[in-house]
């Protein structure tokens, strides 16, 4: 049997989502060009929702070295979730999501854990939104646990990755790793690694977790004369992702470095926690404009940062969980952010 699928359609934009390849985006087009890189057959090494456009990072984003922390003065361990070294991703791109709720511009996903590696029981929520101008995403937890519990959220987008794409960032720090995605450090980001004017992502293979971000990002297509900006609500944390060779890179937003859950010297803060019966939520709008239209209100602005672009407001997503709101009304409500640390280097 085909895998259900999601499509939704607004003007020019399209996009394709998957609940259960683990409740991704499948592909996010303009007309027949490609924004986000769409879906592909796995390839050996990859697993659950690798090979999507885009995907999940719920109840932890990245790595935790080893599976091991300690929490409330309790060790924990979580196992391993593929043959790589640490488990990755959390457990939402590898899991089947439910439909909820769905029509031609708008999807709603849930995810409830019933048996699985982590301490903590909880519910997940996506909301997929387009509209003529974008995509937005948006991806929340409630926690059903009986006590506090550390967590982190995050989004996977990948792009395509033409030798002509530019990239631009603002952030305060990057982190060096030890070769298997675990931080060692946070430093000045240097000059290959700086984003904050726009720069070919080609220029250097990258793998990198630069923290302090202000939560924008833009994308630039030359060739095809696009533009794209990644505005995130919540995330303060932001995973850079470009492998030689390969036909993407990844810009991935997130609410805390990889291995957050063990403290290093060079955090600034410690990684956030949930309540009991607590919600928590991100979100994620790709803003797509035609290059000189971008070009001119950029130089409007007086700022060599992208400009934001119109702000589309959306009502409250009811779910049918008892209790459970997303709180929208303008601006997605997020998580508290606070300046912390980030990770790099070994594959996303």
Same mark, same amino acid.
């Given at each position: !049997?085909?895998?259900?699928?999601?499509?939704?359609?607004?003007g020019?934009?399209?996009?394709?989502?998957?609940?259960?390849? #683990?409740g991704?985006?499948?592909?996010?087009?303009?007309?027949d060009?490609?924004?986000?890189w769409p879906?592909?057959a796995?390839?050996?090494?990859?697993?659950?929702?690798?090979? !999507?456009?885009?995907?999940?990072?719920?109840p932890?984003?990245?790595r935790?070295?080893?599976?091991?922390?300690?929490?409330?003065?309790?060790?924990?361990?979580?196992?391993?979730?593929?043959? *790589?070294?640490?488990?990755?991703?959390?457990? $939402?791109? &590898?899991?089947?999501?439910?439909a909820d709720?769905?029509? $031609?511009?708008?999807a709603?996903?849930?995810?409830?854990?019933?048996?699985?590696?982590?301490?903590?029981?909880?519910?997940a929520?996506?909301?997929?939104?387009?509209?003529?101008?974008g995509?937005?995403?948006?991806?929340?937890? =409630?926690s059903?646990?009986? @006590?506090?519990?550390?967590f982190?959220?995050?989004?996977?987008p990948?792009?395509?990755?033409?030798?002509?794409?530019? &990239?631009?960032?603002?952030c305060?720090?990057?982190?060096?790793?030890d070769?298997?995605?675990?931080?060692?450090?946070?430093?000045?980001?240097?000059? +290959?690694?700086?984003?904050?004017?726009?720069?070919?992502?080609?220029?250097?293979?990258?793998?990198?977790?630069?923290?302090?971000?202000?939560?924008?990002?833009?994308? *630039?297509?030359?060739?095809?004369?696009?533009? &794209?900006?990644?505005?995130?609500?919540?995330?303060?944390?932001? =995973?850079?992702?470009?492998?030689?060779?390969e036909?993407f890179?990844?810009? +991935?937003? !997130?609410t805390?470095?990889?291995d957050?859950?063990?403290?290093?010297?060079?955090?600034?803060?410690p990684?956030?926690?949930? +309540?009991p019966? #607590?919600?928590?939520?991100i979100?994620?709008?790709l @803003?797509l404009?035609?290059?000189d @239209?971008?070009? *001119?209100r950029?130089?409007?602005?007086? =700022?060599?940062?992208?400009?934001?672009?119109?702000?589309?407001?959306?009502?409250?997503? =009811?779910?049918?969980?008892?209790?459970?709101?997303?709180?929208?009304?303008? *601006?997605?409500?997020?998580?508290?952010?606070?300046?912390?640390?980030?990770v790099?280097?070994?594959?996303?």
């Amino acid at each position: !049997m085909a895998p259900h699928r999601i499509r939704l359609v607004a003007g020019e934009l399209s996009a394709e989502i998957a609940p259960e390849r #683990g409740g991704s985006v499948a592909g996010f087009r303009v007309g027949d060009t490609p924004l986000l890189w769409p879906e592909r057959a796995t390839r050996p090494g990859e697993f659950g929702a690798e090979s !999507m456009a885009c995907f999940p990072l719920v109840p932890f984003v990245n790595r935790i070295r080893d599976g091991r922390f300690r929490h409330a003065g309790r060790p924990f361990a979580i196992p391993r979730n593929t043959p *790589r070294p640490h488990p990755l991703h959390g457990e $939402g791109w &590898l899991a089947a999501w439910s439909a909820d709720a769905h029509d $031609g511009r708008s999807a709603l996903l849930s995810l409830q854990p019933e048996a699985h590696g982590w301490p903590w029981r909880y519910r997940a929520f996506q909301r997929f939104e387009l509209d003529p101008g974008g995509l937005t995403v948006t991806l929340g937890l =409630q926690s059903l646990a009986s @006590e506090p519990f550390p967590f982190s959220l995050g989004l996977h987008p990948y792009f395509p990755h033409p030798a002509d794409a530019l &990239l631009q960032a603002s952030c305060h720090r990057v982190w060096s790793g030890d070769g298997t995605g675990i931080p060692t450090r946070a430093d000045v980001i240097p000059r +290959e690694a700086d984003f904050g004017e726009a720069r070919a992502v080609a220029a250097e293979p990258l793998d990198h977790c630069f923290d302090g971000w202000d939560g924008r990002a833009t994308i *630039r297509w030359p060739a095809a004369g696009l533009a &794209l900006t990644l505005e995130a609500e919540g995330c303060g944390f932001l =995973q850079v992702y470009s492998p030689p060779g390969e036909p993407f890179f990844c810009v +991935e937003p !997130m609410t805390a470095r990889p291995d957050a859950f063990n403290p290093n010297t060079s955090d600034l803060s410690p990684i956030d926690l949930i +309540e009991p019966g #607590g919600r928590r939520q991100i979100s994620m709008r790709l @803003e797509l404009a035609r290059l000189d @239209e971008y070009l *001119r209100r950029q130089a409007g602005s007086g =700022q060599g940062r992208p400009a934001r672009g119109p702000q589309v407001t959306r009502m409250a997503l =009811q779910f049918p969980a008892p209790g459970f709101a997303f709180e929208t009304p303008g *601006r997605v409500r997020s998580l508290h952010h606070r300046p912390r640390s980030g990770v790099s280097s070994a594959s996303c």
